[in-house]
């Protein structure tokens, strides 16, 4: 079946500093990919749709220039937070919908990466 | 703007009982589709069953079954032969015709030995 690794799955950084975490589809191309930030015990929130080949669109709310999104090709997208600081903690979860999944638009998600900014 | 809403926090079930997690949700669109999300403690989001708005019949998927109200605008997951891996937390999706993602805040199941 259709596969989205994400990398890294737990990185530990120093305030100020910047932190890229990269989504990959492994089988399959994804125009579209999704990138979801999930605090504790909460729910998936929507952070922005990254688009392949052009600009990114971002969830009301979302600093784009906290969080750089690329969409530089049809399996990768990266998510760079930058100039982090303690409240940027969270779990960030990529996503991706395969093509042709048998009439119903079901995501994919990455397992995942936990940033812990110090 | 759609919502999705699942009223029970905290859920348990003893081991190869049935027990049904509530979903309901808001929307002002006929052509949708719905989701039961799995989020074991690996944190990996899993999905668990599907259900297209048009089609009337309840969709099933082993021991996991949906009971979907057009009407009520509610979808419930209803997981039959409770196992100790079902242990997770449980998230209802829906999906708009502009295929936004939208997600209930969560159940947590702890199937009990």
């Known amino acids: 079946g259709a596969v989205v690794s994400q990398h890294p799955s737990r990185v530990i950084c120093k305030s100020g500093t910047s932190v890229k975490i990269e989504c990959r589809s492994l089988?399959?191309?994804?125009?579209?990919m999704f990138w979801y930030r999930q605090f504790p015990k909460q729910s998936l929130m929507l952070m922005a749709t990254?688009?392949?080949?052009?600009?990114?669109?971002?969830e009301q709310g979302v600093e784009k220039d906290k969080f750089l999104i690329n969409h530089a090709s049809l399996t990768l997208s990266t998510l760079t937070v930058t100039s982090a600081h303690p409240e940027d903690s969270s779990f960030y979860i990529c996503?991706?919908?395969?093509?042709?999944?048998?009439?119903?638009?079901?995501?994919?998600f990455g397992a995942g990466s936990r940033l812990t900014v110090l | 703007a759609q919502t999705v809403t699942q009223s029970q926090p905290e859920m348990s079930v003893q081991e190869a009982e049935t027990v049904t997690l509530s979903c309901t949700y808001d929307?002002?669109?006929?052509?949708?589709?719905l989701f039961w999300y799995k989020q074991p403690p690996s944190r990996q989001m899993i999905l668990v069953i599907r259900q297209e708005a048009y089609k009337q019949q309840n969709a099933t998927e082993n021991r996991f079954s949906v009971n979907f109200q057009k009407a009520a605008k509610s979808f419930s997951l209803k997981i039959s032969d409770s196992q100790l891996g079902d242990t997770a937390m449980y998230f209802c999706?829906?999906?708009?015709?502009?295929?936004?993602?939208?997600f209930g805040t969560g159940t947590s199941l702890t199937v009990i030995p």
């Open positions: 999706a829906f999906m708009n015709t502009g295929n936004q993602f939208y």
């Open positions: 929307t002002s669109e006929s052509n949708y589709y």
């Open positions: 990254s688009n392949e080949g052009s600009k990114a669109t971002y």
């Open positions: 996503s991706a919908r395969p093509p042709g999944s048998s009439g119903a638009n079901v995501l994919t």
């Open positions: 089988d399959f191309q994804a125009t579209t």
